[in-house]
């Protein structure tokens, strides 16, 4: 749909832009249409950039809720939650997440989450 190539040409914006447009814009998409799990992840991705960890788990956590089988958002979600000192939720999402489909996650995310919650989890 016209909707979802609109996602995806955001998130590719937010790779190469300033993340904070990139909220305004992933806030416009999901307003337009409140179902649009993407949408919301984008703007979870937009707000961790930007430092913004709770925002950011909330936009997950919307995401989440409308698309429970993500475990791209799911592991997104841990990370958000690592990285705001919330790591017995990361790893349990980090599970979750690894447990749904753990050969579609992007190598790198699994990695960078694995080591956060690992880390953090030994101190």
């Known amino acids: 749909s016209a909707m979802i190539s609109t996602v995806v040409f955001l998130m590719i914006?937010?790779?190469l832009e300033d993340p904070a447009i990139a909220i305004v814009r992933f806030?416009?998409?999901a307003?337009?249409?409140v179902k649009l799990a993407a949408a919301h992840a984008g703007r979870g991705d937009a707000l961790l950039a930007l430092g913004r960890r709770?925002?950011?788990i909330t936009a997950y956590e919307a995401a989440k809720?409308?698309?429970p089988k993500s475990a791209v958002t799911i592991l997104k979600l841990?990370?958000?939650r690592a990285k705001n000192g919330e790591l017995d939720a990361a790893k349990l999402l980090f599970d979750e997440a690894v447990a749904l489909d753990?050969?579609?996650l992007p190598a790198e995310l699994?990695?960078?989450v694995s080591a956060l919650v690992s880390a953090q989890a030994s101190n």
């Open 102 to 104: 753990r050969e579609h």
């Open 54 to 56: 709770a925002d950011a």
């Open 65 to 67: 809720a409308l698309d």
């Open 110 to 112: 699994v990695k960078e």
């Open 13 to 15: 914006q937010l790779k």
């Open 27 to 29: 806030e416009k998409a």
């Open 78 to 80: 841990a990370k958000a």
């Open 31 to 33: 307003s337009l249409d």
